[in-house]
């Protein structure tokens, strides 16, 4: 199947359940890689797929793997094997995911540094997909708590990187384990000699795909990166846009429901915005461009595919908002700015565990992709007050202004005021509704603060809590990437809660505790549930305390106390 005829999600014959999750999160068209891995693999076919990292790898085995499953069946069906945990992690979120409609599917993430009670709690029960490091997946073959017999595919992911990290002997010996009729699918942004080895080995008459990555190089882009930590991507984008010399601006997001959301976000902040996207008409899609061209319009948050031939020369800024899936989306995204000789300027959103999707842009680029720091307070008060003067010097300029200043002069004479003050009062008066300070509450680091008596406070679990607060669990924790300032934003945010309101974090390596106010109705409580950080949503619940033995373990925590902000950086080690 060539590229140049990709098919539509709705043409690769996907079981309609999963079909149904690719229509609710707004995906247009697949990937190369998808549109070429979905049909061998709903055949039953094994396949040998060569692609970067970031080109929709997972979609490409997941939604074809899904489709052919017996949720009936309460047994290993899919094993995935990955080289990290975080892949592991990411790859199972997205399974589960993509089979929200798939009733009585589960899928196990597997990896060293969890607590074995816990996985094999889960295996007993009944999983259909087993996603996993090879080092804790062979330990389960071994102790006989992981069977294979009823698996009917396994996905070798990376299979270079198992290469590097050491792990290519366990992953052979791993398919001893799986019956000899099973699909198997290999992927790997190289085929060096060792890893061809093992596809000739235990491929049965693949399907070979090779997606080449276009390089490209575009001197006339300034880019730059933001890691995403501490605040909200609406909000640092917020800031970009204030203290940024922005002509026109195209945002680019994964879905089309998302480019509605961002731009009406934008909208209520007051920035002008529209979406474009696949589901708009013809119609509506020309009109918004022509806004865009003629200035009516500053900012389009749009799609890959809604933006493919866009060409508008006011377009500034090109922002990443999400990561894209591939490197040759990344180009095409960035290549709408910088046009006719013009200097143009890319940022990138990059979430902690997109890191690596970076490098693989900065290798197909040939350019080093420059990390930024938020505006801060005092750049967008400088950035407000030089726009107040141009306004300023503009209406003097345009205006005729006879009237006015025979206005202000009989002010003068009638309350003996100075003209500096009139002139003060009446810019106050104009900026009011939008000051030109930044307010003392803008969060140059969200900080968590606010200091009451040790008198207050109790103790349990060797954490001290104060009693009027409720320790609640959330399922996002430092092998997501997670800092306490993405806690307080989200919970600030979301639960129109004040950070002083939130109390002690403690971040666990797959969870955090969070202390809060025993006040918290249940409607803020259900709604605290579904908001994301990290990629990760809350799934806030009420500690029970079942995690206690953790708590007395000093190399697996750290304590954040009010008023003692801290970063840390997630680690990408090879879990056995």
Known sequence: MSEATTPTFAELALAPEVYRVINEVGYETPTPIQAQSIPPLLEGRDLLGQA????????????????????????????VLTPTRELALQVAEAMQTYSRHLKGFQVLPVYGGQNYTQQLRQLQRGVQAVVGTPGRIQDHLNRGTLKLDKLSCVVIDEADEMLKMGFID?????????PAERQTALFSATMPKEVLRVARRHLQDPIEIRIKSKTSTVETISQHYWQVKGLHKLDAL???????????????????????????????????????????????????VERLKDGTLDIVVATDVAARGLDVKRISHVVNYDIPYDTEAYIHRIGRTG???REGKAILFVAPRERRMLGAIERATRQTIKP??????????NRRIGLFKEQIAEAMESQDLEFFEELIDQYQSEYDVGHRKIAATLAYLLQKDRPLQKDEGFAEEIKIQAERPDSQRRERGGRPIESNMQTYRIEVGRMHGVEPGNIVGAISNEGNITSRDIGRIKLFDSFSLVDLPKTLSQDVLHK????????EQLQISVDSGSQKSQYSKPDNRRTFGKGTPATQKPRMVPQR
């Not at 366990?170 to 799986?178: P, S, W």
């Not at 879905?255 to 996207?277: D, M, P």
């Not at 930024?372 to 008060?381: E, G, H, Q, V, Y």
């Open 52 to 79: 970067q990292t970031g080109t929709g790898k997972t979609a490409a085995f997941s939604l074809p793997l899904l489709s052919r499953l017996n949720p009936k069946l309460k047994a290993p069906q899919i094993l």
């Open 170 to 178: 366990d992953v052979e010996k791993i398919l001893e384990f799986a």
């Open 238 to 288: 917020t800031r970009i846009l204030e203290a940024e010399e922005i002509d026109g601006m195209l945002i680019f997001v994964r879905t089309k429901i998302a480019t509605v959301e961002l731009a009406e976000k934008l909208e209520a902040r007051g920035f002008s915005s529209a979406a474009l996207n696949g589901d708009m008409t013809q119609m509506l899609r020309e009109k918004t």
């Open 339 to 341: 046009r006719a000789g």
């Open 372 to 381: 930024m720091a938020l505006p801060s307070r005092k750049d967008i008060t």
């Open 528 to 535: 605290l549930t579904t908001v994301w950080v990290c990629e």
